[in-house]
């Protein structure tokens, strides 16, 4: 990873990196904007993925859009936030973002949680899964769809898989560039996150619904004066049929193995081409590679790619989930070790999710 410093206010620095950028567009960095928070939120277009179509610096299509939150839509509004992006009341009387796009596809998302819920191709078919046990109350995460992992992933000194999957996200930044919507939600500190990790943070989650294929773009900051550290997953469940699920392209990557016991993981080595399930799979792949292909088993092959996702887990939980366990498979982007960031430092990891 490289790193970048540009000193707060150097208008200039910023633009010569920013247009030389565009020539290397697969180099992440850590940027550090002097001692002035502030100046991360006025350059926040260095943030966006350069794996994907970026507007210009003076793009009429990127709009600062009117704050939304779970805390504060009314139940009764469905609004346009822009083009592709409406803001709607979904299961629970909770707000939900539904993204159109031009060419037939469609994902929704819950500001509860941040959660991407539904990714819909143009034939109409959801890629995606929700558990019919999910609750939409607030009392307990959104089980299913594409839910957030952080500051935790599993179980740790803070409750399971940490506490932004129980927040509400805010709507901050939405645009539509070529028929294809784009959102950025954000979530900062609060007393309910301070009461289990004492520090200030921004993350911000941008998610880009293309014809076949959606991505998002995760960016944590620390607006604390102290160093924190941190693990992170997305924990995406895929709709399947698990007799004919299959997975490629872990060989080789250590594993640690969840089962028979998940509190003392075997470590190991995979040493199969094609992964299946056939029966309870809880694994963690370290070290993974930035690409690997999931077929479903109902006529899909999903190519999940990610910069910046170190790590991969495989998860199904067989007769723990009865009612539901053949009908999902849980392939997850994840960061196991933690990362460290100091004061105005920022990490930055990009999911893509495409059939052929």
Not at 301 to 309: D, G, P
Request: glycine residues 8%; proline residues 6%; hydrophobic residues 35%.
């Amino acid at each position: 990873m490289t790193t970048k410093t540009i000193k707060a206010g150097d208008s200039n620095a910023y633009k010569a990196w920013f247009q030389s950028d565009l020539l290397s567009r697969h180099i992440h960095y850590h940027f550090t904007f002097g001692a002035d928070p502030s100046a991360y939120k006025s350059k926040k277009m260095a943030m966006v993925s350069m794996l994907f179509s970026v507007p210009s610096l003076n793009s009429p299509n990127l709009r600062p859009t009117k704050r939304y939150s779970g805390m504060d839509f009314a139940t009764s509004n469905q609004e346009a936030v822009s083009v592709g992006v409406k803001i709607t009341q979904g299961e629970g009387n909770l707000p939900k973002l539904v993204l159109t796009s031009d060419h037939g596809s469609e994902a929704e998302i819950y500001l509860f949680g941040g959660c991407i819920t539904s990714w819909k191709v143009p034939s109409g078919r959801d890629l995606l899964f929700v558990r019919p046990d999910a609750v939409f109350n607030k009392k307990k995460p959104i089980s299913g769809g594409i839910p957030h992992c952080f500051p935790q992933f599993g179980p740790g000194p803070m409750q399971q898989h940490g506490f932004a999957r129980n927040m509400d996200w805010s709507v901050v930044e939405s645009e539509n560039v070529e028929g294809n919507p784009i959102v950025t939600l954000e979530l900062k500190d609060g007393p309910y996150s301070r009461a289990m990790w004492d520090f200030s943070f921004q993350a911000r989650y941008k998610v880009i619904l293309n014809t076949k294929s959606i991505s998002t773009e995760l960016i944590v900051t620390n607006t604390d004066k102290k160093p924190f550290s941190f693990s992170s997953a997305l924990h995406s469940y895929f709709r399947a049929s698990i007799t004919g699920v299959s997975v490629k392209g872990l060989k080789g990557c250590k594993t640690l193995n969840k089962d028979p016991d998940p509190k003392n993981p075997i470590e190991g080595r995979e040493e199969r081409d094609v992964i299946t399930f056939p029966g309870f799979v809880d694994c963690i792949y370290l070290d993974a590679p930035d690409e690997v292909h999931l077929d479903n088993g109902l006529g899909d092959v999903i190519s999940i790619r990610n910069t910046n996702w170190s790590d991969a887990v495989l998860w199904n939980p067989h007769l723990q989930m009865e009612a539901c366990y053949k009908d999902f498979v849980c392939v997850e982007n994840a960061k196991i070790g933690t990362v460290q960031l100091e004061p105005e430092q920022l990490w930055i990891a990009k999911q893509h999710l495409s059939i052929g």
